[in-house]
């Protein structure tokens, strides 16, 4: 079966620091690959998405970079993180019939 | 993709059913409906997707009216672990899969009280 992995669950990072999220998918060969952003008391922002390796596409102008170095790792990374940066992050992957969502990770940019 | 309309808010007593409502007026021939579901501060749970005819799995029924302008997802027995944001989302399928560009809105938060 197909499983998610998402890290770290919280993170505290100061103002300017960089930032590395990483999510890989087990079970599944090339997925499209997904990073969501949840603002507290928003909806989903769809971020990032890629449909190979070294694809990807990008859904807002942003702080935030994607890469995808491998078929079922995404990584979500920020050079200089800012405050409006905090929020709850998830990665989301789906192939033909079937998706799913990670368990996803709380920034907190102080 | 098409826009949902969903009311904020719901209660439901435990054990009842809850009927959670949804209009995609503007919704297109190959767009599909999704509900998904998420509980504070964990990654939204898939519940069920229909084009044209109802559907029904282990955890929910998805009634979609004859126009597909509306939809409904019904919870039969709800329980108070139903507690929960519930999204609606309509879109045609993205290079074969079914999220790619999908937006989500603010959803409904069902509470179901004991």
């Known amino acids: 079966s197909q499983t998610i992995h998402q890290w770290p669950a919280t993170l505290v990072q100061p103002v300017g620091s960089p930032l590395s999220l990483e999510c890989t998918v087990e079970?599944?060969?090339?997925?499209?690959l997904y990073w969501y952003r949840q603002a507290a008391g928003r909806g989903l922002q769809l971020l990032f998405y890629s449909v190979g390796i070294g694809q990807i596409s990008s859904e807002v102008p942003q702080n935030l970079s994607a890469s995808r170095p491998q078929d079922r790792q995404f990584i979500l990374s920020s050079k200089k993180l800012l405050l409006s940066d905090s929020g709850f992050y998830l990665c989301?992957?789906?192939?033909?019939?079937?998706?799913?969502f990670g368990s996803g990770t709380r920034l907190t940019v102080v | 993709d098409a826009k949902t309309t969903q009311p904020p808010s719901m209660d439901c007593a435990e054990g009842r059913a809850a009927n959670l409502p949804c209009n995609h007026s503007?919704?297109?021939?190959?767009?599909?409906v999704y509900w998904y579901r998420q509980i504070h501060s964990q990654g939204p749970q898939y519940i069920i997707h229909g084009l044209k005819n109802n559907e029904t799995n282990e955890m929910a029924s998805l009634i979609i009216t004859e126009d597909r302008k509306s939809s409904t997802l019904i919870l039969p027995h709800a329980t108070l672990r139903d507690t929960a944001v519930y999204y609606c989302i309509v879109r045609a399928p993205h290079r074969g899969s079914t999220l790619g560009r999908l937006y989500f809105g603010r959803g409904t938060q069902l509470t179901v009280w004991p």
């Open positions: 503007t919704i297109s021939g190959n767009e599909y």
């Open positions: 079970g599944t060969s090339n997925p499209n």
């Open positions: 989301a992957w789906s192939v033909i019939g079937h998706a799913a």
